[in-house]
């Protein structure tokens, strides 16, 4: 290791370690990682290796290899955190703030004035929806980003976009309004580089739509479902209709909860009793 190296080295370490320090803030003030009723169930689909009926497996699986097969959970919160320090600092530098020292203040004074800690910590996909958000915005409107640099948020971008079904939705609002952007303002995308990064980021996301689908076939009408039973139109219709059609939940039609939430998740829910099964 040459002299200039050892200069650099601490100039980047230090900055690193203060802002992953200042987003693991709550989960250090907690004492462990922050869990959450979605915890056990992301932990049981990446170690029963299960799709489960509402989410994909991706974060089930992100947990068992961050937590090197579940020898702990601050690992998860670690890579998590990193991985958002990463994708802040990108920012940060791709707006012209150069100095590693300037950029770690502004990621952990942001960290210490708003829920980012709580994100970071916490053993839930949250975390993934600003790292996909940001990812998008660099890969379309920084300009000289590295070629290296450009693969990596790439592949950020895909395993962010498949950690949660929300991510679909949001994602394509998200090309829709850069695609609107590039025709009303042909100048706010770099014009070289903005549409193949559109069609790639389309590619990725047809990808992490396929990753997901198991858990798409299992859920797409649950949520549907469960907003007419909040209605009362799914409690109308099978009133109207079981005397005449076969349909499973006929047998529970008194039990079926007036409540998205409770039809979702209660554990005498009918749909509960079904996929338990």
């Known amino acids: 290791m040459n002299s200039t190296e050892v200069v650099k080295w601490p100039s980047r370490v230090g900055p690193t370690f203060f802002a992953l ?3 693991m803030s709550a989960a250090i003030w907690n004492g ?8 056990s ?5 990446g170690f029963h290796l299960e799709t489960l ?6 974060y089930g699986l992100f947990i068992r290899v961050c937590s090197f097969n579940g020898w702990s959970l601050w690992t998860v919160a670690i890579a998590q955190s990193m991985l958002l320090a990463y994708v802040l600092g990108s920012l940060l530098r791709g707006l012209g703030i150069a100095n590693p020292w300037s950029r770690s203040f502004i990621i952990g004074g942001t960290a210490l004035l708003t829920g980012l800690p709580f994100l970071c910590g916490q053993i839930i996909t949250d975390v993934f929806t600003p790292i996909l958000v940001i990812t998008l915005f660099l890969l379309l409107f920084i300009e000289g980003l590295p070629r290296r ?3 990596l948020l790439f592949a950020l971008f895909l395993l962010a976009f498949s950690m949660h079904m929300s991510h679909v939705s949001i994602t394509v609002l998200l090309l829709l309004c850069a695609l609107l952007l590039k025709w009303l303002l042909p ?10 990064t559109i069609i790639t980021l389309l590619l990725l996301s047809v990808m992490g739509t396929l990753m997901m689908g198991v858990s798409l076939a299992k859920s797409k009408y649950t949520f549907y479902a469960a907003h007419l039973a909040e209605t009362g139109v799914l409690q109308r219709y099978l009133v109207e209709h079981c ?9 529970r039609l008194g039990s079926i909860p007036q409540s998205a939430d409770a039809f979702l998740w209660a554990d005498d829910s009918p749909l509960k009793i079904y996929t338990s099964r």
């Open 243 to 251: 005397a005449t059609e076969h349909n499973k939940l006929c047998d």
């Open 53 to 58: 009926v509402d989410r994909p497996i991706t």
């Open 149 to 151: 640099t450009r693969g």
């Open 187 to 196: 100048r706010a995308l770099p014009n070289r580089k903005a549409s193949r």
């Open 32 to 39: 462990y990682p922050i869990v959450y009723s979605d915890t």
């Open 21 to 23: 320090l200042c987003l």
């Open 41 to 45: 169930s992301y932990l049981a689909s």
